[in-house]
């Protein structure tokens, strides 16, 4: 196209454009010596230029199109990027709404948009029509982002300190993804047989990873597929089988914000999701913890033993729960940020507790519990696994920790027999190990194990501690 353009040139221009190019001019036609302009990177505009003539119109509507092209482009870059940063501070703080909102307005994307234009039409225009330098136009993008963030610049400036906190760790989604192999240690695969992929936050407050935690390829598929879905996941099953610490670890392990929230039955609504109070002399509604949480992008927020609580105060989270929720709760709308995933652990799968074990445990009203949905049962590991969790946490060797799993585990069994009320915990396996550093067998035995059960089960754990835990092998161990 560009020989095509050069070869309607004046002739004495292109031959003009030829000596200053060093090409030979004599004897060759002028389609020839268009040809050749072209063919090292030369305009109808700059052979123009060369002979005198000037850019013509064609050549700056030309020139104008393509600088038109990159203003709006980078135009729905900007707008795009004020969009995303606008709404993450809406969410987090609604104190800093009024300077967000004037970034995002039309008229000052069109402010924007309105300097790019001017700042690319000026560098078209100099020079005769040279060629637009792409480096000048991506400063010039630059400078208007930088006016036009400026308002939320000023907003962080006069917040508190944890407000800044808060609004700089935003991010509007995951900044990267890996797969489960490298993330857990599980190679998980979806149907078409290729790795499942883990969205990572990176965010600076996440808790710390436990490089001891064992993970099982059931709790790790649900996991995922409730970061996939946005769906809320229910994890019941007895004490000590790793519910809360699982949401913790991937929470760790994805660099997740991380919000626990205990319950009892003395946990009113406004515990956890806030009520009126003073703030600088002014009576305005406190978020509570959860409500700060379902709030902050990419948070995992657990409700941990949600059965102790009353179920009238728990019906407010009935409307959170839902797939898009919005609720109008405490004078503003309240959405749940973008990958905020909700697990509830529980001693029970949230039907009651049949077995007496857990005192205090409620029926959950059916419609919280419809919220959740998935509800998955979490069982002791399998004794290999559990030993191997044993001697990761304690440093124990691989002796010591079957020794007593296998005790542990006789003890489990009984209370499927009604003989034992409690069955002992990870926990309390590697507590015991642990006391044998300063306790003698019996003592560590007594203080971290038959200590933790009811009086009922006294003679059913001294029949198992006398039957299987040798004094003998463990001291022989340590």
């Excluded at 906190?165 to 695969?189: H, K, M, W, Y």
């Excluded at 769906?231 to 699982?246: F, I």
């Excluded at 590991?381 to 005790?407: I, R």
């Excluded at 006391?435 to 029949?463: F, R, Y």
Aim: aromatic share 4%.
């Amino acid at each position: 196209m560009s020989a095509q353009e050069i070869v309607l040139c004046k002739t004495t221009d292109i031959e003009a454009a030829c000596i200053k190019a060093g090409l030979p001019v004599k004897g060759a036609s002028k389609a020839g010596l268009a040809q050749a302009l072209a063919g090292l990177g030369w305009t109808a505009a700059q052979v123009r230029t060369v002979g005198g003539a000037g850019p013509s119109k064609d050549d700056l509507a030309i020139l104008e199109s393509r600088v038109n092209g990159h203003i709006d482009d980078m135009t729905k870059q900007i707008n795009l990027r004020l969009k995303n940063q606008a709404y993450e501070v809406d969410e987090l703080n609604r104190r800093v709404t009024g300077a967000v909102h004037d970034c995002i307005e039309a008229d000052a994307a069109a402010k924007a948009a309105g300097a790019v234009a001017a700042r690319a039409e000026a560098l078209a225009l100099k020079g005769g029509g040279a060629a637009v330098d792409p480096v000048a136009i991506a400063a010039a993008v630059k400078a208007a982002v930088q006016a036009a963030v400026e308002p939320i610049n000023a907003a962080l400036a006069v917040a508190d300190s944890g407000t800044v906190e808060r609004v700089l760790s935003v991010v509007a989604g995951p900044v990267r993804q890996d797969t489960c192999l490298n993330i857990f240690g599980i190679d998980l695969l979806d149907r078409k047989g290729q790795a499942v992929m883990v969205d990572l936050w990176d965010n600076a407050s996440a808790p710390a990873v436990d490089p001891c935690y064992i993970w099982s390829e059931t709790l790790l598929s649900h996991l995922i597929l409730s970061q996939n879905t946005g769906e809320n996941l229910w994890l019941g099953g007895p004490k000590g089988t790793g519910k809360s610490e699982a949401a913790k670890q991937f929470a760790a392990r994805t660099g997740r914000p991380f919000t626990r929230i205990n319950f009892t039955k003395h946990t009113a609504l406004e515990d956890f999701v806030g009520a009126l109070g003073l703030v600088n002399g002014q009576t305005e509604f406190v978020e509570g913890d959860f409500l700060m949480a379902y709030a902050s992008p990419g948070a995992i927020i657990l409700l941990d033993e949600p059965t102790n609580a009353d179920p009238g105060n728990l019906a407010v989270l009935n409307g959170l729960l839902e797939p898009g929720a919005r609720v109008n709760l405490g004078g503003a709308v309240r959405t749940r940020a973008a990958g905020v995933l909700v697990l509830g652990a529980d001693n029970t799968l949230g039907h009651g507790d049949d077995s007496g074990r857990y005192a205090g445990t409620r029926l959950m009203n059916s419609s919280l519990l419809d919220r959740f949905a998935r509800v998955l049962p979490m069982t002791y590991l399998p004794e290999s696994v559990e030993v191997d969790a044993v001697v990761k946490h304690t440093g124990c060797s691989v002796k010591l920790a079957t020794h007593v799993v296998k005790c542990i585990n006789h003890a489990r069994a009984k209370v499927e027999t009604g003989d034992i009320v409690d069955a002992p915990s990870l926990r309390q396996i590697v507590a015991f190990i642990r006391a044998l550093q300063g306790l003698s067998v019996d003592d560590a035995w007594a203080s971290t194990i038959a200590s933790k059960q009811p009086a009922e089960s006294a003679v059913a754990m001294a029949a198992i501690k006398a039957a299987c835990l040798n004094s003998q092998v463990i001291e022989g161990e340590l």
